[in-house]
């Protein structure tokens, strides 16, 4: 753990004499031993807070099971919590591992809402290999009577500190530091609870919709009629958008298929007619998913997109058909009907 050192300046005020030199001499002796880490010149500033120097841990009771004790919120309980209370369950050869658990009114009032309830925070855990006892209601800030009321012998925890909520503190362990009974755990980056919650937010109609299509009602998701139809016709006009897109591709391969390839069968007007059509129906998803357009239109959106998928469809029939028997009547011809210039 690197230690930070502050810096202080000092300013001599026009008044103040000026030090004779061995004044001088003495104070750059003392700054060049600071700067090369003399321990017998005290830092000015003090460590930094969360960084003093702890005791070692204590030697652990070789008689009983080591009694074990980690704390949490343990909402979405995920695999970073299990890796967390598994290194605390392989602390020691032998160890009874406790867990506590916040309940809601104490977390909801430090830390913000959960999406699990305490009940099902606390069956999670009971639910999890590694624990051995589950502690409900558990506070929010231990103590050393909280310790000795449970014959906790080390609290297994990440040692970055946590400051107090009120402000009291820098490190809400650090006493239990100081007392030789902590036992540093190492986090698992890349997965947490807001983590989680923030991939729903960010996919907030796609969940929506999900959830709609398995029977729930927008009453049930706390959606407004006008939200549940602009998420509806969003997601139809991009499941449109892709079927176009599809059917041009197919289109593409029949001509491929079919057609001489020195033939140019469709104009360039034709074809930056097609790709402003693309263009235009891509406009109008991105008008239905921000809500820009009129409620009569979205609430026809489903109506509209299917009929015109039909409609697009037939079409592309015939016109496959089409090329086909143009295929058929060019391979009878020995010369082209139109050859590329």
């Known amino acids: 753990m ?22 001088s001499e003495g104070h750059a002796t003392v700054i060049e031993q600071a700067i090369a880490g003399d321990a017998s010149q005290p830092s000015p500033a003090g460590p930094a807070p969360g960084t003093e120097p702890y005791p070692p841990p204590n030697p652990p009771p070789t008689d009983r099971p080591v009694r074990v004790y980690a704390d949490g919120i343990f909402d979405l309980f995920h695999f970073g919590h299990a890796r967390a209370l598994e290194q605390a ?17 104490v977390t909801h009032r430090n830390k913000g809402k959960t999406v699990m309830t305490e009940g099902e925070r606390y069956e999670a855990l009971r639910h999890c290999r590694w624990v051995d006892e589950v502690v409900p209601d558990a506070p929010w800030h231990i103590t050393e009577e909280f310790l000795d009321a449970h014959a906790i012998d080390f609290v297994a925890h990440d040692a970055l500190p946590y400051a107090d ?6 490190d809400v362990y650090g006493f239990v530091k100081r007392l030789g009974r902590f036992k540093e755990t190492q986090r698992t980056e890349g997965v947490s609870t807001s983590d989680l919650i923030l991939r729903i937010v960010k996919d907030y109609n796609e969940y929506v919709l999900r959830n709609l299509s398995r ?11 006008l939200k549940e139809k602009r998420i509806k016709a969003s997601a139809s006009m991009r499941d449109f958008s892709a079927r ?5 591709l197919r289109v593409a391969d029949g001509i491929r298929k079919h057609m001489n390839p020195r033939l140019r069968v469709l104009p360039a007007e034709v074809e930056r007619n097609v790709k402003d059509f693309a263009t235009s129906v891509e406009s109008l998803v ?3 998913a921000s809500g820009d357009l009129g409620v009569e239109l979205i609430e026809n959106m489903d109506r509209l997109v299917s009929g015109f998928i039909g409609n697009f469809e037939r079409r592309y029939s015939r016109f496959e058909k089409s090329i086909k028997s143009l295929g058929r ?9 139109l050859q590329s210039p």
């Not at 392989?90 to 009114?105: A, I, M, R, Y």
């Not at 176009?244 to 041009?248: N, P, V």
């Open 2 to 23: 690197v230690k930070k050192v502050a810096k202080r300046g000092t300013k001599r005020a026009a008044s103040q004499p000026e030090a004779d030199n061995s004044d």
């Open 89 to 105: 369950k392989k602390s020691f050869p032998d160890v009874h591992l406790l867990v506590g658990v916040c309940n809601d009114e």
């Open 165 to 170: 909520v009120t402000g009291a503190s820098d």
């Open 215 to 225: 029977g729930y009602s927008r009453k049930d998701l706390g959606v407004s009629l």
């Open 244 to 248: 176009m897109r599809d059917g041009r």
């Open 286 to 288: 991105d008008k239905v």
């Open 329 to 337: 009547n060019m391979r009878r011809n020995s010369q082209p009907l």
